[in-house]
């Protein structure tokens, strides 16, 4: 295949993008409008967010389409929509224009997301889809799992960025499994550097604790981290503001500069 190479040097620092999707669980638990995702997309930020992350599902069973309306209108850092590969998602998507979309795997019976999209046997709608997105002036990312293939036919669909599913490297932290961490630490840095190499922007997500974040946010060739779950189980604790500045002292530390 040819693939684009990037020569130039590897972004120092390394952004936070909050996920918000669980304040709408909590909100939808007894339904109403409190408490307000988009309150905490503007807390959030203020706390030290590069960008504000939501997952519009197909059940709309945390954020729903008004709030995805919200966030564009109000909120003053990026906003990163993830989606299924769907044509209502797309036409939703290009009526909001947000800075990028995640195009990830949904399935009704899950709980979260699990596991990385399949890129590698995905159907032409797939390609399709990532076209209409870019055409509207998207950036397009894949939440892929870090293996050579997936990265491979990424760059070929034309993403612009993927976003490495961290949640077996996180799995395996809470196991004390320091062989089966390390080996999946090793297969992230070297996606992570082919994803370069292909002119891939690597970003990584799902499971990343207090614990578990210094280790992928010392990978330099991974510019952003979206958390999103762990953050908003702590901000009970601590609060929100507190937990977010916790992670950016965290991250930055492991990054060093």
Known sequence: MTSKTHTAPLPAPLRLGVNIDHVATVRNARGGRHPDPVRAALLAISAGAD?????????????????????????TRPLNFEMAATDEMV????????????????????????????????????????????????????FVEPDVKVLEASAKLGADIVEFHTGRYCELALENDAAGVAAELSRIVTAARLAHSLGLEAHAGHGLTFLTVPAIAKIPQIVELNIGHFLMGEALFSGLAAAISTMRVLMTEARGV
Not at 109 to 124: D, I, K
């Open 91 to 142: 036409a939703i998507a290009v009526r909001t224009a947000p800075n990028a979309c995640c195009l990830v795997p949904e399935r009704r019976e899950e709980r979260t997301t699990e596991g990385g999209l399949n890129v590698t046997g995905a159907p032409r709608s797939l390609a399709d889809r990532v076209a209409a997105l870019k055409a509207a002036g998207i950036r397009v990312s894949l």
């Open 51 to 75: 960008g504000i992350t939501a997952h519009l599902r197909e059940d709309r069973r945390h954020m729903r389409d008004d709030d995805i309306a919200r966030l564009k209108a109000e909120i």
